[in-house]
């Protein structure tokens, strides 16, 4: 258990549905992060909230909308999704999202969720 | 930008050392990671070196630090079947973004 839960554990979606992939994290951290992974492909960072704000949108295509009410959670809006997007997405956090390059802050992750669009 | 390689799966026999290897272009990454997935879990941290060291060691596991190589290794002592996960080098990228970069993540297989 990391403290970083993440909803639905699977999701299959047809490429006109529209669907949210949800994230709560209990360790008080102040950034959030979304992730994909696909086979054999590095892990892809999409989205970085530090203190509710996005930080980083490593051109990500409009299809996939994040979004950060608070510091304890994070969603992601899919809409008019391609085969392609198929994928397991992750969650993380951390205490603060500047950190990382000084300190040996760690990222903390979700399970994922797995999303296949058909 | 900064690119991390690993290679994509290793085979090892229960009891025997698994090395994983890793090769990155260009960081000032303060801190080298590495990560473990199990199978239907996300990443979680494995264990971590300073870059001014050359080798930490805890318990079973042993990293290697080359910078001017820029070669990081994770060899585990004695793998045992629970060690089958895939394994994921990953460091900051350069600029001190903040952002880690991955690599593809190696997946170690142990025979009993």
């Known amino acids: 258990e990391t403290g970083v839960t993440q909803t639905p554990r699977h999701l299959v979606m047809g490429m006109t549905n529209k669907k949210s992939l949800k994230c709560e994290q209990h360790?008080?951290?102040?950034?959030m992060y979304w992730y994909k992974q696909s086979a054999k492909k590095p892990l892809e960072l999409m989205f970085v909230?530090?203190?509710?704000?996005?930080?980083e949108n490593n051109s990500v295509p409009s299809r996939f909308s994040p979004e950060c009410p608070n510091s304890s959670h994070l969603f992601l809006h899919l809409h008019t999704l391609q085969p392609e997007d198929s994928a397991l997405y992750l969650c993380?956090?951390?205490?603060?999202?500047?950190?990382?390059?000084?300190?040996?802050?760690?990222?903390?992750f979700g399970s994922g969720t797995q999303l296949s669009v058909l | 930008g900064e690119d991390v390689e690993q290679s994509l799966f290793l085979s090892v026999r229960e009891g025997d050392s698994s090395v994983i290897n890793c090769t990155y272009t260009d960081s000032s990454s303060t801190y080298l990671y590495w990560y473990k997935q199990e199978p239907g879990a996300g990443l979680q941290l494995l264990t971590y070196i300073f870059s001014n060291m050359d080798m930490k060691q805890d318990q079973r596991l042993t990293v290697l630090l080359n910078k001017k190589d820029k070669h990081l290794s994770l060899r585990i002592a004695d793998t045992q079947t629970g060690d089958s996960a895939i394994y994921f080098c990953?460091?900051?990228?350069?600029?001190?973004?903040?952002?880690?970069?991955f690599g593809q993540g190696t997946t170690l297989q142990v025979k009993p």
């Open positions: 909230y530090n203190f509710k704000e996005q930080t």
């Open positions: 993380a956090s951390t205490q603060n999202g500047a950190g990382l390059a000084l300190s040996n802050e760690k990222l903390f």
């Open positions: 360790l008080g951290h102040n950034a």
């Open positions: 990953a460091v900051v990228s350069a600029g001190n973004t903040g952002k880690l970069i």
